[in-house]
T-cell receptor
Framework: GAGVSQTPSNKVTEKGKYVELRCDPISGHTALYWYRQSLGQGPEFLIYFQGTGAADDSGLPNDRFFAVRPEGSVSTLKIQRTERGDSAVYLC??????????????FGPGTRLTVL | GQQLNQSPQSMFIQEGEDVSMNCTSSSIFNTWLWYKQDPGEGPVLLIALYKAGELTSNGRLTAQFGITRKDSFLNISASIPSDVGIYFCAGRTSGTYKYIFGTGTRLKVLA
């Protein structure tokens, strides 16, 4: 079956611009996560959706970052007024449910964002 | 953000050798996951562990859930060149949804 997909695979933008990153989770997965991975680091949690609602957005670095999942499937991570420090790989993951005991997260290939 | 401590940070080994790496936490976890990440790709799930003391294998890979519930171990037997990559652990506490990832172990296999 299809795994988690993310588009675009690469995004180059200029400082101050607005970007949208898209994630299409595995069909039937109600939980969706966004992570950010800087060079040489492990993924760092940004936001978690259970269904349509953001259950935990405590990892978003500031109010320039926002994410939506209006129909409980596809999610979009939005970054306003991008800064060079936002450059990273943005990873999306999904799982059957967020808090169940047997809960494995599956990742997409990521979007590499470069802010010039 | 918080990251788990993985050891070693990197290692060079000869093809055919066995590899061991570990991950430690200051918190008690009820789930451990091990991932492998190749350059330009997302992490791929290798093994999931759900019970303290559990030993689970996936081909040449074996992972263990530490009995203290604060650590986990991954072993790769008879390494091959395609084992090259970065291995990440991730842990989660009971009743939560958030996984915390390790800093990664970079493995390079010399043919």
């Amino acid at each position: 079956g299809a795994g988690v997909s993310q588009t675009p695979s690469n995004k180059v933008t200029e400082k101050g611009k607005y970007v949208e990153l898209r994630c299409d989770p595995i069909s039937g997965h109600t939980a969706l996560y966004w992570y950010r991975q800087s060079l040489g680091q492990g993924p760092e949690f940004l936001i978690y959706f259970q269904g349509t609602g953001a259950a935990d957005d405590s990892g978003l670095p500031n109010d320039r970052f926002f994410a939506v999942r209006p129909e409980g499937s596809v999610s979009t991570l939005k970054i306003q007024r991008t800064e060079r420090g936002d450059s990273a790989v943005y990873l999306c993951a999904s799982s059957l449910s967020g808090t169940r005991s047997y809960n494995e997260q599956f990742f997409g290939p990521g979007t590499r964002l470069t802010v010039l | 953000g918080q990251q788990l401590n993985q050891s070693p940070q990197s290692m060079f080994i000869q093809e055919g050798e066995d590899v061991s790496m570990n991950c430690t936490s200051s918190s008690i976890f009820n789930t451990w996951l091990w991932y492998k990440q190749d350059p330009g790709e997302g992490p791929v799930l290798l093994i999931a562990l759900y019970k303290a003391g559990e030993l689970t294998s996936n081909g040449r890979l074996t992972a263990q859930f530490g009995i203290t519930r604060k650590d986990s171990f991954l072993n790769i037997s008879a390494s091959i060149p395609s084992d090259v990559g970065i291995y990440f652990c991730a842990g989660r506490t009971s009743g939560t949804y958030k996984y915390i990832f390790g800093t990664g172990t970079r493995l390079k296999v010399l043919a």
